[in-house]
């Protein structure tokens, strides 16, 4: 795809709906952190938290890359996984929402 161009309205859009997915995303890291720590017992258990914990630092940084030319696909891979709904970017351009929505329904972003 070919450089973006985005309106200062869908701009604006776009970064709240990237920013509410951001939340999600750790509120929901920080609900599993939580129940695994509980369950932790030995040091080995410890260490595997560790490595989870850094597995899933590098993916959430990946994951949210908010330059124009890779929006779409960052919006795609979100609804797709639940992290966005559609109905959160409305606004965008029409184009826009039509190629979010296509590429969401992709199974493999991962």
Do not use: C, P
Not at 6 to 15: F, G, H, L, N
Not at 46 to 62: K, N, P, V, Y
């Amino acid at each position: 795809m070919n450089e973006v161009e985005w309106s200062d309205t869908e701009k604006e859009i776009a970064k709240e709906a990237f920013n509410k997915a951001y939340v999600r995303e750790v509120n929901n890291l920080i609900k599993e952190v939580r129940e695994l720590a509980n369950s932790i017992s030995e040091l080995n258990h410890l260490w595997q938290l560790h490595d989870f914990l850094s597995a899933r630092r590098h993916e959430i940084d990946g994951k949210y890359d908010y330059r124009d030319s890779v929006l779409i696909f960052v919006f795609a891979r979100l609804v797709n996984e639940g992290l966005l709904d559609i109905k959160e970017l409305e606004g965008l351009n029409k184009d826009k929402l039509i190629k979010i929505a296509a590429l969401a329904r992709m199974q493999n972003f991962t």
